[in-house]
């Protein structure tokens, strides 16, 4: 098993610019997250999904959107990114109701 | 204040050296707490869980909670370099262990020396 991954590991925005950050995972967990982790501030939930078709907010959704069709995807979207933004992201997964959660290795997110 | 302070460190040790890390939280509903091990330049990974109070022992990691304190710790006895990492301590409400709504503290860098 590939476990979670992330894609790009690295990018480099202007603001204004949208862009999406990719998370899979291939052991069919049913939940996913996605987590920021800033200098400071530690990890904080933005958005979580508890099975394809189903999202909620977390602490942080605020110029985030997401949306799950299927098990192994969970995409982030930045709609207009903003310097705030810069920040490293992190996709999760478990199998509920008490598996603990699996990270993906990270995106860097620098919005200039 | 934040829910969850845990003092960032640095924290340098020698090999061998029992280390101890902490994290105090002020939220009396949080019901399960955790540590992650994160490396430099990659995603947490669990490293130990408890529920409620007491300790609970894995290796060379005890880990222990004291919620009448709101205080919990991580001791790592013979501290290895590859221990050196960053220890994130997370909690969450309710009876749903892993629930997403996890509180994370910022983190404590450790680094063992040689």
Same mark, same amino acid.
């Given at each position: 098993?590939?476990?979670?991954?992330q894609?790009?590991?690295?990018?480099?925005?202007?603001?204004?610019?949208?862009?999406? +950050?990719?998370? =899979?995972?291939?052991? &069919?967990? *049913?939940?996913?997250?996605?987590?920021?982790?800033d200098?400071g501030?530690?990890?904080?939930?933005?958005?979580?999904?508890?099975?394809?078709?189903? $999202? /909620?907010?977390?602490?942080?959704? &605020? %110029?985030?959107?997401?949306?799950?069709? $299927?098990?192994? /995807?969970?995409?982030?979207?930045?709609l !207009?990114?903003?310097?705030?933004?810069?920040?490293?992201?992190?996709?999760?997964?478990?199998?509920?109701?008490?598996e603990?959660?699996?990270?993906?290795? %990270?995106?860097?997110?620098?919005?200039? | 204040q934040?829910?969850? *302070?845990? #003092?960032?460190?640095?924290?340098?040790?020698?090999?061998?050296?029992?280390?101890s +890390?902490?994290?105090?939280?002020? &939220?009396? =509903?949080?019901?399960?707490?955790?540590?992650?091990?994160?490396?430099s330049?990659? %995603?947490?990974?669990?490293?130990?869980?408890?529920?409620? !109070?007491?300790?609970? *022992? #894995? @290796?060379?990691?005890?880990?222990?909670? /004291?919620?009448?304190?709101?205080?919990?710790? +991580?001791f790592i006895? #013979?501290?290895?370099p !590859? /221990?050196? =990492?960053?220890y994130?301590? =997370?909690?969450?409400? @309710?009876?749903?262990?892993?629930? *997403?709504?996890?509180?994370? %503290?910022? @983190? $404590?860098?450790?680094?063992?020396?040689?």
């Amino acid at each position: 098993n590939a476990g979670v991954t992330q894609t790009p590991k690295f990018q480099v925005l202007k603001t204004g610019q949208s862009m999406t +950050l990719q998370c =899979a995972q291939d052991m &069919n967990h *049913e939940y996913m997250s996605w987590y920021r982790q800033d200098p400071g501030m530690g990890l904080r939930l933005i958005h979580y999904s508890v099975g394809a078709g189903i $999202t /909620d907010q977390g602490e942080v959704p &605020n %110029g985030y959107n997401v949306s799950r069709s $299927t098990t192994e /995807d969970f995409p982030l979207r930045l709609l !207009s990114a903003a310097p705030s933004q810069t920040s490293v992201y992190f996709c999760a997964s478990r199998r509920p109701p008490r598996e603990t959660q699996y990270f993906g290795p %990270g995106t860097r997110l620098l919005v200039l | 204040q934040k829910e969850v *302070e845990q #003092d960032p460190g640095p924290l340098s040790v020698p090999e061998g050296a029992i280390v101890s +890390l902490n994290c105090t939280y002020s &939220n009396s =509903a949080f019901q399960y707490f955790m540590w992650y091990r994160q490396y430099s330049r990659k %995603g947490p990974e669990l490293l130990m869980y408890t529920y409620s !109070s007491g300790n609970k *022992e #894995d @290796g060379r990691f005890t880990a222990q909670v /004291d919620k009448s304190s709101k205080y919990i710790s +991580l001791f790592i006895r #013979d501290s290895q370099p !590859s /221990d050196s =990492a960053t220890y994130l301590c =997370a909690m969450s409400e @309710g009876s749903n262990f892993g629930n *997403e709504k996890l509180t994370f %503290g910022t @983190g $404590t860098r450790l680094t063992i020396i040689p």
